[in-house]
């Protein structure tokens, strides 16, 4: 799936989209869109966590598969991980370790930004794991943050969000999807 949209960016996190790459009309997660490496890649390019100059160089790296392969384990790990915090469950000991693992190995190569002071990942230091190593970053910093408490999962299928909303808030992922379909169901029943 290489073509991305802005109905596919719906949780108000790149960590969280990324987890919804893969997901269904239900809460079964079998629809997988990250399919081939240049759907990764087109992926991270929409989502703004790599340039159009690495995205170019990633689309060349000879380890897509191995790659690819690395970033679904971590979707996966990842996901097991934040559906145990928004359940009130404790995550897996595999799983934990997954995400230490993987967070530690972005912090390696990271930098502190002079300009932003913050860390970044330049492509030079990740390689064919730059997608991997940003969005892991990426969670470690929102992993402690206040919108951790705000993330809901989509009453109909598995696709996480932050919900910013006051009172009671989203309870889908999407009302041109999930939402739709919800009150089509309500009104065939009635």
Not at 8 to 29: E, I, M, W, Y
Not at 67 to 72: A, F, G, I, N, P
Not at 127 to 154: N, Q, T, V
Not at 166 to 178: L, V
């Amino acid at each position: 799936m290489s073509n991305w949209t802005d109905s596919d960016f719906v949780a108000n996190d790149v960590v969280l989209d990324f987890l919804n790459t893969v997901g269904d009309h239900d809460k079964a997660r079998v629809q997988e869109k990250l399919i081939t490496w240049d759907d990764a890649v087109g992926w991270a390019r929409y989502a703004g966590l790599v340039s159009e100059m690495e995205a170019s160089g990633l689309a060349l790296v000879a380890s897509q598969q191995k790659s690819l392969v690395r970033l679904w384990e971590f979707r996966e790990a990842t996901f097991r991980l934040v559906r145990s915090i928004t359940l009130g469950a404790e995550a897996g000991a595999a799983t934990l370790k997954h995400i230490e693992n993987s967070v530690q190995k972005a912090v390696l190569v990271s930098r502190l930004s002079n300009t932003a002071l913050a860390w970044e990942i330049p492509a030079a230091n990740a390689g064919a794991d730059l997608i991997y190593h940003r969005l892991a970053l990426h969670l470690f910093g929102f992993l402690g943050s206040p919108d951790m408490s705000r993330i809901k999962e989509c009453r109909r299928c598995s696709w996480l969000f932050i919900d910013r909303g006051r009172g009671k808030g989203r309870t889908w992922c999407k009302m041109a999807g999930c939402g739709n379909r919800a009150k089509a169901e309500r009104f065939r029943a009635a």
